[in-house]
């Protein structure tokens, strides 16, 4: 698998086999690490960051990453550079590819990132935008791998509960489909993923033989999921009323004890990308819960949250391991 050179900017831009080299990668990685036998493939590279949005992980992740295997990062927020404002994304391209050895981006439009790898020469890596996630599916399919004992991904099943028309919407159910895997995405049909992206699911399952199940029955989804996928119902950039709607539309899609059990195993485990509104203990949490009045969590109660059936952080640190994969790969010696 040679990988060198190439932008990492949404799934379906990769096969199964490169996706599954790249998972197996950061799992070797993960062990060097570990056993304290990591070699640096990438001195003396330089890589930009920018992001639109603010972020813990991802950011947390491109830094560490780059510095374990000997590169410099620098951080450029929208304070910071002038993309979007003063210069478009294909000059900042340009600017950046003659500075730099990759340019990471994350922000909203999937368009900008797409502009980004147009006009540079240096690979392009896709921290999130609002229509993919690719980074963040490394991490799930690795969590899940370990949890499940190695399995083979046509092996594993998973349901996704909540808004599926977002960024791991559509990510869960095409990187899935892709893998082969048994994907269940279970969501009120007014928050299913595009139409497009449906069919794109479709024609890359039945290329790997996956099974897709997209259905607004948690009834019909949860029976056999090894994992619960979910992900936060509100964000603070998005105006109160939809806030309550979205609350409404969704609180049966919560992921509860119940949810859990509905399952069929003793051993299904919880997926979530973070940060996750399970307590009052932040901002948007305790507003939402005031608003509406589940004290308990909004897309996961803390009951399950805090359950040892969560693999939220083994997922956080796994966001390194791939991360760092996707660029050794990309860029390593």
């Known amino acids: 698998m040679d990988l060198r050179g190439r932008d990492f900017l949404k799934e379906i831009d990769f096969t199964r086999v490169e996706l599954a080299g790249l998972i197996e990668l950061a799992a070797v990685l993960k062990a060097d690490r ?117 399995r083979d991904y046509s092996e594993i099943s998973y349901c996704y509960l909540g808004d599926a028309r977002s960024n791991m919407g559509n990510s869960l159910l095409v990187m899935g489909a892709i893998m082969g895997s048994d994907v269940r995405i279970c969501a009120p049909q007014s928050l299913w993923p595009s139409a497009e992206v449906q069919a794109i699911a479709r024609e890359r399952a039945n290329e790997s033989g996956a099974r897709i199940l997209i259905t607004d029955a948690p009834a019909e989804a949860l029976p056999g999921a090894q994992f619960v996928s979910t992900d936060v119902w509100v964000s603070m950039g998005e105006p109160k009323e939809i806030w309550d709607e979205r609350v409404r539309l969704l609180t049966p899609y919560r992921v509860d004890t119940a949810a859990m059990t509905a399952t069929g195993h003793d051993d299904v485990r919880l997926l979530h990308c973070l940060p996750a509104f399970h307590d009052t203990r932040t901002t948007v949490g305790r507003e939402v819960m005031q608003r509406t009045g589940l004290v308990d969590g909004l897309e996961v109660t803390h009951e399950v949250f805090e359950s040892s059936a969560n693999l939220a952080f083994e997922e956080a640190e796994n966001r390194l391991h791939t991360i760092k994969a996707v660029m050794v790969a990309t860029l390593g010696s």
């Open 34 to 150: 570990r056993a304290g036998r990591e070699q640096q493939r990438m001195v003396g590279r330089s890589i930009a960051l920018i992001f639109e949005k603010s972020s813990t992980r991802t950011r947390a992740a491109f830094e560490v990453a780059a510095f374990q295997q000997g590169a410099h990062t620098t951080y450029l927020d929208p304070q910071s550079s002038q993309i979007g404002h003063k210069e478009s994304a294909a000059d900042t391209a340009r600017v950046l590819a003659g500075m730099y050895d990759a340019i990471e981006f994350r922000g909203a439009a999937q368009a900008t990132v797409e502009e980004l790898a147009e006009y540079s020469n240096v690979p392009v890596y896709n921290g999130l935008t609002d229509e993919w996630h690719p980074t963040q599916m490394l991490a799930d399919f690795l969590t899940m791998r370990e949890a499940s004992g190695g």
